[in-house]
C-alpha cells in the first residue's frame, strides 16, 4: 500500500527545512565575520601589547626592564627571553617554549591541539653591547574567545526556537488552509457510506473566498446537478413501471386465455411462452416499482409483529415447485418464538427472492437451508445453499441493480438482476443490513440481520 503523508505535513517538512538551511547559512555568514573580526581584534590587541613593552624596554639592561615595566598585568600575555630563547621575565609561555621565534607578523601555532597566536618581536641590545630581547606575546584562540556569547545564545536557544515557531505556525495556517478539503473529503464520505445524495459541502460564509471555498462551491453545484438526474431518472423508472403494468397484466391474462382456448401443440407453445415472458415481465416491473418507492421513500410498510416461521412456511410453500425441478431439498431450522416488528409482504419477498436464487444456482440434488437464530438483540435470518457459488469480484458487484455475473446462464430464468438490490432496500428499509458469502463452486450464504 502506498505511504500517505499530508499536503500539511510535508510542507510543515519543506519550509521547516528550507527555514533550517536559511538559518544555518546565516550563522555561516554571521560566524565567519565574526570570527575574521574576532582574530583581528585579537592580533592587533597583541601587537599593541608586545609593541609598547618594547617600547619601554628599549636601550635599557637587563635589570632596568623589571623597574620599566611595573604592572604585572602588561605581562599577562607576555614574556621576555634572550638572544637565545632563555627567559627572562613576564608570563611564562610554558607551551610555546619549542616554538621558534619569528619576527614581524603575528603567527598562528598549534600547541597540543591548542591554537595560539603568537607575535614575536627582537630588540637588539643598546648600542655598544651585544645580544637583544625576544619579547613574545601569545593569546590562545578558544572558540569562546573568537565568537561572542550572543552567537552561542543564537545556536542554542534562539534557532530552534524560531524553527519550532515557524514549524507549528505554518502548520496551523496549512491546517486551517486546507480545512474546506477535510470537509470536501468527509462529505464525500458520508454520500458514499450513507447513500445519501442529498448531502452538502459545508461552507463557512465568513470564511476567506479562496480556491478551496471556490472548489466547495462547485462541489456542491455538481452535487445538486447529479442529484437532480438521479431524481429524474427514479421518477422516470416510477413512471415507466407504473405504465408498463396495466399492458403487461392485459397481456397475461389474455395470453393465459389463449392458453385455455388453444387447440394445437403448436398454438399451446405460443400461448406458453406469451404467459412465461409476461410473468417476467410482470416480476421485474414489480421489482422495479419497489425499488422506485423506496427509493423516493414513498413505499408505505406496515410495522407488524411478524413471525419468522410463518414467513419461512409461505416461501417453503411457493418454492417447493420450482426446487422439485431439480430435486432439491429446503431445509428450515428456525428457533421458536422469532418475532420481528416488520412489514411481512416485503420481509417475505426478500426471503423468497433469496430461495429462489439459492436454487436457481443451486447443484441439481443440492439443498437449501433456511435458518433464522436471535443473536446479540439482533435477528439472523439465513439463506444457504451448496450450489455454484460467486466469485469474489461478483461478491462486490451483486448487489448493484441489473448486475448478473452470468449473463447467458442466468437468462435461462429470465432473472434481470434486481432480486438482490431489491432485498437490500427492503432490509435496509427496516433499518438491517445484508451482507453475502460465498466460495466459488462450493456455495452461497446470505445473511440478512435486523433488530427484534
Ligand atoms: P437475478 O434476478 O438475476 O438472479 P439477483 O440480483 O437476485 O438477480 O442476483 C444477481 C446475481 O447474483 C445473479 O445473476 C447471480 O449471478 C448471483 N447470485 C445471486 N444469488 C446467488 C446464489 N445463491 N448462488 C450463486 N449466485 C448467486
Redesign the pocket.
Known sequence: MKKITSIKTRITIWYTALMLVLISILLIIIGTFSYRLSMESIETNLQKQVNEISQRIMGRHTDEIFYNVESKKEFRNVSICDINGEYIVGQYLYDLTDIPFKEFAPHREMVDGKEYIVYDVFRPARPGETGGYWIRGAEPVGLSKIFSRSFFMIILFIAPIILLLTALGGYYITKKAFLPVNNIVRTADEIYSDNDIKKRVPIDPNAHEDELQNLSRTINRMLDKIEGLIISEKQFTSDASHELRTPVSVILAQGEYLLELAETEKQRELATDIVAKAKQASKLISRLLVLARIDQSRQSFKREKIDINAVADIVVQDMEELAAQKNISILTSIEDNIMLYADEALITSAVS?LVS??I??GKESGYVMISASKYNGNVEIKVK?N????SKE?LEK?WTRF????EAR?DE?G???????MAKSIVELHGGKIEAK?VLGEG?E?IITMKI
Open positions: 427472492n436464487n439459492a436457481k444456482y445453499d450450489g455454484v457459488g460467486i461478483g451483486i448486475y448478473r455475473e452470468d442466468n430464468y432473472s434481470y438482476g434486481l432480486g438482490l438490490p460465498s452461497s446470505f
